[in-house]
Structure formats: structure tokens, C-alpha cells
């Protein structure tokens, strides 16, 4: 009896020691107060780097976080993917690499905040904006839409899953989440206010009841739509002109607290397009002045980290895909390492710490080496280890075979041809093959704007093979909807007719490292479509980069991992590869190359190859010699552009009837000899912008390619941080200077509306201009 009150008085000392502490946790707030955010009470300035848990190897995850607190951050902000936690549709993950309630931990551990960012939708040049492929299925899908009913009721119990993992660790529960957002960037899609009230109650309903809700979206577009009980923030990158980004938001919320809930330290990279770099000096120059405005930020990225695997987006009109590597040329490079910028930030915000704050210690790097070169000697033809054949009389993308990600092989018989035939397909997404009886005819590519190819004569029965590989699925705006391989069908064109050709044998060939691992090697040299394998020993593990040079494209696994993609057009050449994936002993390694190596050779290198373009001329619209001819051309709108930032709207004396349209800048606002421009809208006769996602550039008198990436297709990506520069490298062409774009069919317009670069410069902002439009092609 004594020892049963004695346990008794001990259970009773514990349960009181419990409800002090967690009492004492509960009675934390965090909420804008006037023009500052208050932590129980107290002015806190949020500074926050952004790191995504699924780029970063679950080793190094505290590693990365101990890096931003040196560099001078006090918060975490995160998304959740949901294509990440629900590959499966109805099976979630929140296991190993996708643990993230334990990265919240180490957060938390760390002594640091977090912000959580759950989407649905996230961008974040990840594959369909973090949305699951299986949506897709759908043949009238409507994502970000309140009237899809499998959109929401699948939204909404992903998002209470991540309610189940995450609402614990809010703030006012003793954890350390301090806010989460609503949506993403949802103002550059729509102003539904009623879709994103039913987003914020879920987040409500899933349990995050007690923490502050904030969205995020551009200081052009914010107003679009207001929504109760959710903080605005702003997005803007490097060198922008902070008074100009908060101009309005500060006549509309005087007394509220200012954030960046996006200052974009860098840029991402596309297949075949420059290496993207943000200066220094831009970058700290305009952190600086927010910290003098005691303006909270969250760096994205301060750590990008790697897009391993089948995950990487990309962006459409024009379509272009991103690279494996994430590096984002953030503070801290790929591989967790400090760059300049890093030492940047440290010294810059040692100065502006919150009180009873001091930057983190700089843990120390991960181990490195390198590997000598070794060969790939087992081989595995593609066409020689198909899986078993789906049968379709109508060609489909793979969505419709249960395929999400990786490549396709289309099949058909061709009758015999008198003579040389067109083959159309509607549409390549994204990149094919094209072969006659096993001959390699030629290939199709989506970001270079083709869908077809001439065939040679067919002079008896013959197996037409279009073998289509996947890239990103677009992450941002209305061509989200996505799907891979063809979309709608494949016909054959004769001077005579043109049929649409049936009767497909369809194979499917996914990303599973299963998949990869199962085909028949041998030692035999490959021909074409291939896997190459072997296994190389190490005595020592650390992280090193794979040289991917001589290869042509595709993807690697090694040790069951997957690395991501690879394509010889670069800009990346190189893959990251985690000393943490790697043993001591005996490794193997996988490469599937669509394309074949010049040599099946690898070697891990010091030091990443993020930079190197194999073919310049690609990324010219103007081809060797041409020259537009306005000679005869009436223009439609003659006139001045205000100085200054902000779109400039242009209304015409009555709208007109046409399909190609050319803006001619005839000087600039400094008396420079360059043009530069973000973004061009064209008006329809209802006012309504014309959509972009028809639209094609096939004109640019000059334009930066190699320095920058400011090739003149950026003026309707809907980016408004990235602009089309003329030529300044290697020659400075003085004006005018003339972009000509096809909107895709004849509409009637009545206006465009143009905005300036956004950044802190002036330099090619256009003053002087001349508009034209016509129902025909230009002449060159």
C-alpha cells in the first residue's frame, strides 16, 4: 500500500510537472502587431531560409539547417509536396526521406522556427507544381478549382494528413511553427476568393487552428483577391527596389508588419538555356534594405539542394524543363557548402539580430572524394527488354496506362508508300525518338516547338516505333495540365491524304529502380536506347559529383537511388552524388541513355559543371541573316512609355483582327543602345488578356544568350523577375530593336499592356515604340 501511494504521489508530481510545462508552452503567441510581428509580445523580425526536405539527402537535413542558422537565419520554411507524400493515389508517405514532421524536429532542435507551406499547390520547378500525375487520369481535370469535385475532396484530405503530421508543432502547442500558408502564388492563377476560403478552412479543420495563417504572392497581383484572417506577403528577387515592391501594399495595410515571403536569392536552370547567377552586391543590396526596414523575408533558397530523381517541373509558353541540380546559385551550394553569398549574408545580418539571438556556429562540411574513371561494361538493349504491351486502337499519354513518370514507347504497322510522307504528332510530351523497322529516323522535341518529321519512302510494310520520354510536367500557371508522351494523335501526311494511324501496341517504361534493375544485361555493345551497368569499389565514401559528359541522355541510379536526369545539351554536366548513398565496398550503378554515350565511361569529380552549353545557336530566334522588313508596315500604335516601374498599358483607336504581332523599340529611357522588357500582355477586343499559352516567339532582332539567360522568349513567361536583354556581351546593336510573336490562331486585340525589368537597374527600358499587327506572317 505505501508503495502504491508513494507511485501514486509520483504519478501526481509528474502530471503536475506536465500541465506547468505544457501550460507554460501554450501561453506562446506569435500574430502582426502594429508594423512589426510579435513573438509572446515582443517586435520579431523573421529571417528565414527556405529549404525543401526531398532535395536534401535525409543525412545531411541537419547539416543544411545548422548552415542556415550560421548564416544568420532564425526561421525554416518548407513545403510539402504532395505528389511527394501521395505518388499513389489514397497512399500516403511520411516515411524516410518524406519524415517530414522529423525535420520540423530538427528544426525545433536546432532553435529555430518554422514556417509550413502545404499548397496543395506549390510551384517550386517541381513536377506539376507538387500535384499528383494521378489527377491526370481525369480527362476534364480542373485543379486549383472549388468545382472539381476529385481536385477538392483529394486536396482536402491531403491536406488534413499534414495536419495529422505537423499541427502538433505549432508554436502554441510548445512546437515551433509559426505560420502557415494558404495556397501559392495563387493571384498569378486566379482571384476565386471562394476557393481560397475553402483551402484556408481546411488548414483550419486539419488542425492548425491555433497558428497564423499567411499567403503569399507579387506586388502586382496581390489586390486581386482579399481573404479574411490570412497575412499578405510578397514576392520579389535579387536587386529589386524594395519601396517600389511595397508600394502599395503599404497604402492598403499602414500599420501592418512588411515580408517577403519570397526574396529569390538566385534562379533556377532549364535544359539548354545559361547557367542563371543573381550578383552579390544586388542580392545584398536589397536584403539590406529590408533589414533597415525591419521588412522579414524568407530566402528562397538559402539551400537548394539537388531535384534528385523524376521530379523537376518546368515552365510553358515556351516549354523548357528543368536540370537535377537545384544549386539555385543560393547562398549554400548544392552540396551544403558556403559560397560568397553566404559570407554575404553572415556579415550583413549580424547586424540585425533579434534580441537574445547569436548566429550558429558553421558546422563543419561533409567529407569529399572523388572517383578515378571506370567503364560500364554490361549492357541492356531498350528495345530488347519491353515489358508486356498495352493494345489501344487510339494512341494515349501514360497517364492512361497508370504510368506517371518516365518514358513510352508507341507502336504501330505503316503501309507501304508511293512517296515521302510528313508524320505529325499531336502533341510530344516531350522529347522522341522516331524509328522504321529499327532504323533511326530523327527526333521530335517539345522545346524546340516541333511535331513533326519528314519519313523516306515506305516501299513495304514497316514498324513505325515513336519512343517519348517524359520530362517535367509544367509547375506553373494554366499549362499545368500536363500529361506525358502524346497527348492526342499520331498522323501519317501524303500530297494525297492524311490518315490518322491506329492500332498501337503501348509499352511502358517507368522510374522504378526495380524496373531499371530487372532488364537483362549482358556484355554485348549496345545500339541505340540502352541501360549500361557495373559495380566500382571504394575505399573511402563522401560526396563527389558524377561527370555525365560523355553521355548523351537520360538518367542514373546508384545504389537503388535515383540521381536525375542528365542531357549532354547541358547547361549541368555533371550529377550530385551523396557520400551518404554511397558504401564502402562494392557499389552499382545504372544508367539508362536514350541517346548513347560517346564513350561508357564515369569518374566522380571535385567540383560541379553547372555552366556549360553545347549548341548557342539554338537558343537565337533569328536565324544566319535574317532580317525583318517593315518597310511596308503600317503601325498600329505609335507612341511613349512613362518612366518608371509598373506595367504600362497601351489601348488601340479600335481593336483589330490579327495573329502575328511585333513591338519595335525604337530607344530607351537612359539613351542606351539596349532594349530590355519582363513581360508583354496582348488585350482582346473584351479586355481580357490573350492567353499565353498558344504563343510563340519567332523573332528577336538580338538578344543575350550567353553572359545571361535574356533570351526574348521571357517577355511571356510570366515572370516577372526575369527579362529579354539585346545583346551586350560580345556587341551592343544600338536600336531599334524588334520581337515578333505569333499568338497561336487570329484574335481580336485591342491593346497590350508591357512591363519594365523590376530590378534596381534602368538600363534597355524601352521610351520610344512602335506596335504592329497583322492576320499574316511578317516578311524577313
Request: proline letters at 5%; charged letters at 25%.
Amino acid at each position: 500500500m505505501a508503495k502504491f501511494f508513494s507511485g501514486l504521489m509520483l504519478i501526481s508530481v509528474l502530471i503536475l510537472g506536465l500541465n506547468t510545462t505544457l501550460s507554460s508552452q501554450n501561453s506562446r503567441t506569435f500574430a502582426p502587431g502594429q508594423n512589426t510581428f510579435l513573438l509572446d509580445g515582443k517586435p520579431f523580425v523573421i529571417r528565414a531560409g527556405e529549404l525543401h526536405y526531398p532535395r536534401i539527402p535525409r543525412p545531411y537535413w541537419e547539416q543544411r539547417i545548422q548552415m542556415c542558422k550560421a548564416m544568420g537565419m532564425n526561421t525554416i520554411c518548407i513545403y510539402i509536396f504532395w505528389n511527394y507524400h501521395e505518388q499513389v493515389q489514397g497512399k500516403y508517405d511520411f516515411t524516410g526521406q518524406a519524415d517530414v514532421a522529423e525535420f520540423v524536429r530538427l528544426i525545433q532542435k536546432n532553435g529555430m522556427y518554422c514556417i509550413v507551406r502545404p499548397g496543395p499547390y506549390v510551384c517550386a520547378e517541381w513536377d506539376m507544381g507538387g500535384l499528383p500525375w494521378w489527377l491526370l487520369k481525369k480527362k476534364d481535370i480542373s485543379v486549383r478549382d472549388l468545382n472539381d469535385p476529385l481536385y477538392m475532396e483529394n486536396a482536402t484530405k491531403f491536406i488534413h494528413e499534414v495536419g495529422k503530421q505537423l499541427a502538433p508543432y505549432q508554436l502554441q502547442n510548445g512546437g515551433n511553427i509559426i505560420m502557415v500558408q494558404v495556397e501559392n502564388e495563387y493571384a498569378v492563377w486566379g482571384k476565386d476568393v471562394k476557393y481560397i476560403s475553402a483551402i484556408r478552412d481546411e488548414i483550419r479543420k486539419a488542425g492548425f487552428d491555433k497558428v497564423q495563417l499567411l499567403r503569399c504572392d507579387w506586388s502586382s497581383n496581390f489586390n486581386n483577391y482579399q481573404i479574411d484572417g490570412v497575412f499578405s506577403s510578397l514576392n520579389f528577387g535579387a536587386g529589386s527596389n524594395i519601396e517600389q515592391q511595397f508600394k502599395l501594399y503599404s497604402q492598403l495595410y499602414p500599420d501592418m508588419p512588411k515580408m517577403c515571403g519570397e526574396y529569390w536569392s538566385g534562379w533556377f536552370d532549364y535544359w539548354g538555356r545559361p547557367h542563371e547567377t543573381r550578383s552579390v552586391n544586388s542580392f545584398i543590396g536589397s536584403m539590406k534594405d529590408m533589414m533597415d526596414q525591419k521588412i522579414s523575408f524568407s530566402l528562397y533558397m538559402a539551400h537548394g539542394g539537388t531535384t534528385f530523381g523524376q521530379w523537376g517541373g518546368a515552365n510553358s509558353p515556351p516549354y523548357r524543363t528543368n536540370v537535377a541540380s537545384y544549386d539555385y546559385d543560393a547562398p549554400i551550394s548544392e552540396a551544403g557548402l558556403p559560397t560568397e553569398k553566404f559570407y554575404a549574408v553572415r556579415d550583413l545580418l549580424k547586424n540585425y539580430l533579434n534580441e537574445g539571438e547569436s548566429l550558429g556556429e558553421i558546422p563543419a562540411p561533409k567529407v569529399t572524394t572523388v572517383i578515378p574513371e571506370f567503364a560500364l561494361t554490361q549492357t541492356a538493349s531498350l528495345f530488347e527488354n519491353l515489358p508486356k504491351a498495352n493494345i489501344s486502337e487510339d494512341i494515349k499519354p501514360m497517364e492512361f496506362f497508370d504510368q506517371g513518370w518516365g518514358s513510352i514507347l508507341y507502336r504501330t504497322k505503316l503501309k507501304p508508300t508511293a512517296a515521302k510522307s510528313k508524320l505529325v504528332l499531336t502533341d510530344v510530351h516531350d522529347w522522341a525518338l522516331v524509328y522504321i523497322d529499327g532504323k533511326l529516323i530523327g527526333k521530335v522535341e517539345r522545346r524546340l516547338n516541333e511535331n513533326s518529321i519528314d519519313l523516306p519512302v515506305i516501299e513495304k510494310e514497316s514498324q513505325l516505333d515513336i519512343l517519348v520520354e517524359g520530362m517535367g510536367r509544367v509547375n506553373f500557371d494554366k499549362t499545368i495540365i500536363d500529361r506525358k508522351g502524346i497527348t492526342e494523335e499520331v498522323e501519317l501526311k501524303t500530297d494525297n491524304e492524311t490518315a490518322v494511324l491506329k492500332n498501337w501496341q503501348i509499352y511502358n517504361l517507368p522510374v522504378d529502380y526495380s524496373f531499371q534493375k530487372s532488364v537483362k544485361f549482358t556484355t554485348a555493345k549496345a545500339e541505340g536506347p540502352a541501360w549500361y551497368r557495373t559495380e566500382f569499389n571504394l575505399n573511402k565514401v563522401g560526396d563527389t559529383y558524377l561527370d555525365m559528359s560523355k553521355w548523351g541522355k537520360g538518367m542514373v541510379w546508384v545504389n537503388g537511388y535515383n540521381l536525375g536526369r542528365f542531357w549532354k545539351i547541358g547547361p549541368q554536366q555533371t550529377l550530385y552524388m551523396p557520400g551518404c548513398w554511397l558504401k564502402k565496398g562494392t557499389n552499382e550503378i545504372i544508367v539508362l541513355d536514350l541517346e548513347g554515350p560517346s564513350a561508357a565511361k564515369i569518374a566522380g569529380i571535385a567540383k560541379p559543371i553547372l555552366d556549360k552549353i553545347n549548341n548557342y545557336d539554338v537558343l537565337l530566334h533569328r536565324k544566319s541573316g535574317q532580317t525583318l522588313d517593315l518597310s511596308n508596315e503600317t503601325p498600329l500604335k505609335t507612341g511613349s512609355f512613362a518612366a518608371g516601374q509598373g506595367w504600362k498599358t497601351i489601348a488601340f483607336d479600335k481593336s483589330i483582327a490579327a495573329r502575328f504581332v511585333c513591338l519595335e523599340a525604337l530607344s530607351s529611357q537612359k539613351g542606351d543602345p539596349f532594349t530590355t522588357l519582363a513581360e508583354i500582355e496582348i488585350t482582346g477586343e473584351n479586355g481580357v488578356m490573350i492567353p499565353r499559352s498558344q504563343m510563340k516567339l519567332i523573332y528577336a532582332d538580338s538578344e543575350e544568350v550567353t553572359a545571361e539567360n535574356n533570351s526574348a522568349d521571357r517577355v511571356f513567361d510570366n515572370q516577372e523577375s526575369t527579362f529579354w536583354h539585346t545583346a551586350y556581351s560580345s556587341q551592343k546593336p544600338e536600336h531599334p530593336h524588334q520581337i515578333v510573336i505569333d499568338l497561336g490562331e487570329e484574335v481580336k486585340i485591342s491593346g497590350f499592356r508591357c512591363l519594365p525589368r523590376t530590378d534596381n537597374s534602368e538600363n534597355g527600358v524601352i521610351k520610344d515604340f512602335k506596335f504592329y499587327a497583322k492576320s499574316t506572317p511578317f516578311k524577313f
